[in-house]
């Protein structure tokens, strides 16, 4: 494909920017909060040039080819709120709390890559004079965001008898809890790069998902095909759907730890460790058929891994 730069080229740069406050409740315990943002100027933006018209086929300019044209036209903006809360080690418990409100937009999600994995549509300008009518959710926009680990010292169970107290004392529990709310799910019609019609936003997502084998996520019969002229191959108009119509569901995840340290002799010590990532075996879905023109439309076709256990045991000398 013919590849055109604009000779104007320029340098991309962001500007960040944030405004909080940090106050200390206790000695070891800091609360801070703050609104934070960012916004990208100048970046780059891929699109195709010369493309046929949707009715007649015939190209603006019949002289010359299709391909794509580089520029500087891209602009993303994110703004959030974000709150943590801070507990140092003491008294034999330590924990960090995290939560974000937040919200990215861009044009067709802010992808600069020439193509996207999957059906190709994701980063496709439907019109290449007017890129303002592309403007929805980044890729990877979540709106709540919220996370939280902690060190635990377990107390000593019979810390009277030294034996109990070297098998039984010292023992950490650690963990990390992870919960956020779905990205933005990118549909289209991988065939023409065009996307179609929300006909039923009220049933767009099916809720009876994704258990007992049912791994219908997004409702087919809640879009209807746009029209294509065999012409021009392309829809006959644009959908009346942005890019980013539907999110994905949210995704939780638990992790524990529990591990200890064992004296043995002078300078020697026996390290004892078990980790469980996504101890409660929870499926996460993290990925669905996109291209509606497809008999798996809307159907999950991947999902995070399943728990697993690690035991670890080291000699320190």
Known sequence: MTRRINPNYQSPYAMNYTLGIQQALTPSLVLETAFVGTRGVKFVMIRTFNVVDRVTGIRPNPGDVQGSYNDNSQQTNYNSWQTSLRQRF????????????????????GDIAESWVGDGTRNS???????????????????????????YSVPTVFANSPIARNV????????????RTGIPIFTGISQTGGRPDLIDPENMINRQ???????QYINPAAFTLVDVPR?????????????????????????????????????????????????????????????LSGITFGKVTQTGPARVIQLQMRMLF
């Not at 039984?168 to 919960?179: D, E």
């Not at 998902?209 to 791994?215: I, L, Y």
Request: charged share 15%; hydrophobic share 35%.
């Open 125 to 151: 300008i439907e019109d290449f004079n007017n890129i303002k009518i592309e403007r929805s959710l980044s890729t990877g926009d979540i709106t709540h965001n919220f996370s939280t680990d902690w060190i």
């Open 231 to 291: 012409a021009s191959g392309r829809t006959i108009r644009r959908g009346n759907i942005n890019s980013s119509p539907v999110r994905a569901p949210g995704m939780w995840n638990l992790d524990f730890s529990l591990g200890k340290s064992f004296g043995l002799t002078e300078g020697k010590k026996l390290e004892v460790k078990a980790d469980m990532l996504n101890a409660l075996n929870h499926t996460t879905y993290t990925d669905f058929a996109t291209n």
């Open 90 to 109: 003491s008294r034999g418990l330590g924990f960090n709390v995290h939560y974000t409100w937040g919200k990215g937009m861009s044009y067709t999600g």
């Open 209 to 215: 998902c994704c258990s007992f084998g049912n791994t």
């Open 168 to 179: 039984l004392g010292g023992w950490q529990l650690t963990g990390i809890f992870a919960a």
